[in-house]
Structures are given as structure tokens and as C-alpha cells.
């Protein structure tokens, strides 16, 4: 069963413009979400993270949105760069010292 | 952020053969390391939890005896896979653990730049 769920795998957006990634997850012990970026053959990239116990976060062109009601989060970009094409994915873990449960993760592309 | 390295970052083996994969924390302690599996097109599968002095802590269907997981310090765990066959052949990477920026003693895990098996 998949308990953390990105359900577009792709996203495409012009340069500039501003790209909404979307998360939503089943879990309602999760307290803790990160968003990874990872281009082809490397390692994921930690992006932004936030905790239950806010609704927002931000850093620089990337902003964490928590819905806990609804169990969505969302990760928006703006403005989008080519630079930003990669694949993201969003985690999620329940408690301190828990592993990471990853969605499947959504390829993003930025038009020039 | 934290750096992680990994190496080899590419290896090429004859079947039947063991690989030793190093992961290694370079600005903080890691007194937990993580060790994923990624097929093309999928999401991290996680593998095993390792933790510094103590046995790694496996997930379902991984073979323990298949993937020997040792993290004999705070800035270093490896991984063997021993006896590689070709299915064994992907893309393994390793992730660290340090202390997170919010209150509550939750964590973020920095990755590896990961390593390329191929069991010929």
C-alpha cells in the first residue's frame, strides 16, 4: 500500500512561471515531510522540509505547504528555472529516528 | 547542507563476485545511515537501517545474509553484496541522518551520490 502518493508523474511549466508539485499521503501518524530533487544517476538532493506542527515553510524560490486536514502537501517553485528540471519526490517519516517513506516521485520539467 | 559520499560511484563485476559499497558522512556524525535501492523509473526502496555499533536492521524480503551492512563508526557504514548475480545489477544508494532543523528531535537524511552496479 502506498502511504505517500505523488500521482502526476510529470509536470511541465514554462520558464518563469511558477510549478506546483503536489503530495498526498494516507498516514496519519506522519509528522515530518521532506522534498528531495534528483537528476539521473545521482543521489537525491534535500530541497525543503516541514513539520507537522506548521503549515508553512519556506526557502527562497521553494515554498512547503501542509495541509494536515486533508493529508496533501504541496511544493511550489517559484519562478521555475530550467535548472529545476529534474525528478522530485516527496517523503514523509512518523516520529523522530523513523525512515523515510518516499512517493514515486514526479519529473518536472521547466521550458526555456 | 551535509555532504554524504559514496564509492565506488561505478562498478562492474563478474557474477559470483562481492562488492563493498562505502558510505561516508564528511561533516557530521551519522549514528544512523540508511541504504536504498532505486530500479529505473522507481522510487527509493529502502533497504536497511544501519546503525553505528550495533546490527542493521533490515526491511522484508531483503536477504541479510546477501547484503552485509556494517557501521563500524559514526561517519562510515558499508555495504557488500556478496555473491552478486545479474538481477542484483542497480543503483544503490546510501543516506545519512542528522540532527533536523525543527524542535522535536526529527531528523533529515542527506544522501550519497550513489553507485552503479552491474553484475556481468
Known amino acids: 500500500d502506498q502511504q505517500v502518493k505523488q500521482n502526476s508523474p510529470s509536470l511541465s511549466v514554462q520558464e518563469g512561471r511558477i510549478s506546483i508539485l503536489n503530495c498526498d499521503y494516507t498516514?496519519?501518524?506522519?509528522?515530518?515531510f521532506l522534498w528531495y530533487k534528483k537528476y539521473p544517476a545521482e543521489g537525491p538532493t534535500f530541497l525543503i522540509s516541514i513539520s507537522s506542527i506548521k503549515d508553512k515553510n519556506e526557502d527562497g524560490r521553494f515554498t512547503v505547504f501542509l495541509n494536515k486536514s486533508a493529508k496533501h502537501l504541496s511544493l511550489h517553485i517559484v519562478p521555475s528555472q530550467p535548472g529545476d528540471s529534474a525528478v522530485y519526490f516527496c517523503?514523509?517519516?512518523?516520529?523522530?529516528?523513523?525512515?523515510?517513506?518516499f512517493g514515486k516521485g514526479i519529473t518536472l520539467s521547466v521550458r526555456p | 547542507g551535509a555532504v554524504v559520499s559514496q564509492h565506488p560511484s561505478r562498478v562492474i563485476c563478474k557474477s559470483g563476485t562481492s562488492v563493498k559499497i562505502e558510505c561516508r558522512s564528511l561533516?557530521?556524525?551519522?549514528?544512523?545511515m540508511f541504504w536504498y535501492r532505486q530500479f529505473p523509473k522507481q522510487s527509493l526502496m529502502l533497504m536497511a537501517t544501519s546503525n553505528e555499533g550495533s546490527k542493521a536492521t533490515y526491511e522484508q524480503g531483503v536477504e541479510k545474509d546477501k547484503f552485509l551492512i556494517n557501521h563500524a563508526s559514526l561517519t562510515l557504514s558499508t555495504l557488500t553484496v556478496t555473491s552478486a548475480h545479474p538481477e542484483d545489477s542497480s543503483f544503490y544508494i546510501c543516506s545519512a541522518r542528522s540532527p533536523g532543523r525543527y524542535g522535536g528531535g526529527t531528523d533529515t537524511q542527506y544522501f550519497g551520490p550513489g553507485t552503479r552496479l552491474t553484475v556481468l
Open positions: 517523503a514523509a517519516s512518523a516520529g523522530a529516528n523513523s525512515k523515510l517513506t
Open positions: 561533516d557530521f556524525q551519522a549514528t544512523t
Open positions: 498516514n496519519s501518524m506522519f509528522d515530518y
